[in-house]
């Protein structure tokens, strides 16, 4: 990133909570004269299943494009005609494990991320993303 003491990243993945998000993030980009950036993790580890394809790296290279495409598109799609062009970063890779690690190269990048909801046990057993990044992200982190 270019200068991310000035970057105020904010997380899609097209969910709802993403979106409000997504909205938060362009809010407080305008009113503190900060670069907004979209970040979006492609989902993919070892032990995901995509089904025959998992080996095939140009089947999930295309997968991963497309997805982020779509993503990307629907996030600037809903933020209008005020951020044409903000710049995208697509990770590949554990979610949270990911955007902790993009915290950690850009000290100072201020992250904005919706939050799902689970229930407490469903966040006790599944983990959540949200959860992680704020425990272990070394950078300020909103959830909405």
């Given at each position: ?127 959540s993303v949200s959860d992680k990044v704020l425990r272990h992200g070394t ?6």
């Amino acid at each position: 990133m270019s200068d991310s003491r000035h970057a105020l990243a904010v997380a899609v993945d097209g969910s709802p909570q993403a979106l409000k998000a997504l909205h938060t993030a362009a809010d407080l980009a305008r009113a503190t004269g900060r670069e907004l950036v979209l970040i979006y993790v492609y989902p993919h580890t070892s032990t995901s299943t995509v089904g025959a394809e998992l080996d095939d790296e140009e089947f999930l290279t295309d997968h991963r494009d497309r997805s982020a495409r779509a993503v990307f598109d629907a996030a600037i799609a809903q933020l209008g005609s005020d951020w044409s062009d903000p710049k995208k970063i697509l990770l590949w890779g554990n979610p949270a494990e990911e955007i902790i690690e993009f915290m950690r190269q850009n000290p100072g990048v201020h992250l904005v991320m919706g939050r799902r909801g689970l229930s407490r046990i469903k966040s006790l057993l599944l983990g959540s993303v949200s959860d992680k990044v704020l425990r272990h992200g070394t950078g300020l982190v909103t959830l909405v």
